[in-house]
């Protein structure tokens, strides 16, 4: 053998640590929720609570809080999926729920959508927006309602419009949390 083959062949240690690290692929599966995603949707809901103003909740939301929300969700056939790691682990969630109680706003639902803090920027709310509305409207809903915090939730505001959703108008001074008033954008999507 010729000394440039082997050469070619056995690179030198250092040679080697000078590769770039290689990229591993984003994977995940949108499924329905079940009762055992549960303990994770809660502590993905539970930072949000904790550490920003994209919700107004001050306390944090227990596992017998999201049980009967999913149990009165699937009552209601409106979604609540979930996006999952190959390893099984919740990444994000997604769901519709009814708009107001009275039976006149019956097709009309506001979505929620939370992503796991490591999970963000990585095209996950698309892929979980995308599976939100077509599932509402598999479900015969017909409207969508966000109500999205007025500051620190830009990306939330981008992902709406990304979907066609529009403003339809914003309150001020309506939440107080962590010692400010914040106020809220209201953005609506029809599905028909």
Excluded: C
Aim: charged share 25%; net charge positive; no cysteine.
């Amino acid at each position: 053998m010729l000394e440039e083959e082997y050469q070619a062949r056995h690179r030198p240690a250092d040679a080697q640590r000078n590769l770039p690290p290689l990229e591993v692929p984003f994977e995940f599966e949108i499924r329905e929720a079940r009762a055992e995603d549960l303990p994770d949707i809660r502590e993905i809901y539970n930072h949000y609570v904790r550490n920003t103003t994209v919700t107004f909740d001050e306390d944090a939301m227990t596992l017998r809080e999201f049980r009967d929300k999913l149990a009165h969700l699937a009552k209601l056939n409106m979604p609540f999926i979930v996006a999952v790691s190959p390893s099984g682990s919740v990444l994000g969630y997604a769901y519709v729920q009814p708009w107001k109680a009275k039976k006149a706003y019956r097709f009309t639902v506001e979505n929620t959508i939370y992503l796991g803090p490591a999970a963000t920027g990585k095209g996950l709310g698309n892929a979980l927006m995308a599976e939100l509305i077509a599932r509402s409207k598999a479900a015969g809903l017909k409207e969508i309602v966000a109500v999205i915090a007025d500051r620190g939730a830009e990306a939330s505001i981008h992902l709406h419009e990304k979907f066609g959703f529009r403003d339809i108008g914003h309150m001020g001074r309506v939440g107080f949390k962590f010692d400010r008033w914040l106020g809220t954008v209201l953005m609506q999507k029809s599905l028909k």
